[in-house]
């Protein structure tokens, strides 16, 4: 089973920029789809962005698109979440997922074949 572990969460102001890595423990990490989750207080668990096992492809949510930019580098297995022109609703703990040889729509939509890192906090103020 992979184990992950996020981080690069914290404080930022509105307008501000962090960039969120999650590392993965296990052999052949180019072989997992990889993807973002976020979950603000008394909200549900929401998509934000995946990236494909081969990298060629990437999915965002319709809030996040054109602000956040996911990535990896499978040398060093990890995936990474750049998030510019952060707003107050950005705030959130954030999750990385996993699954190996999935399609997007799988590590999307099916969270409970997931492996889950243990989440980083967002806050962002206004």
């Known amino acids: 089973q992979v184990q992950l572990r996020e981080s690069g969460g914290g404080l930022v102001q509105a307008g501000g920029s962090l960039r969120l890595s999650c590392a993965a423990s296990?052999?052949?990490?180019?072989?997992?789809?990889m993807a973002w989750f976020r979950q603000a207080p008394r909200k549900e668990r929401e998509f934000v962005a995946a990236i494909s096992w081969k990298g060629g492809v990437t999915r965002y949510a319709d809030s996040v698109r054109g602000r956040f930019t996911i990535a990896r580098d499978d040398v060093i297995a990890t995936v990474y979440l750049q998030m510019d022109n952060l707003k107050p609703e950005d705030t959130a703990v954030y999750f990385c997922?996993?699954?190996?040889?999935?399609?997007?729509?799988?590590?999307?939509?099916?969270?409970?074949?997931?492996?889950w890192g243990q989440g980083t906090q967002v806050t962002v103020s206004s």
């Open positions: 997922a996993a699954r190996y040889r999935a399609i997007i729509p799988t590590i999307v939509s099916d969270a409970d074949g997931n492996a």
């Open positions: 296990t052999l052949g990490f180019g072989s997992y789809a």
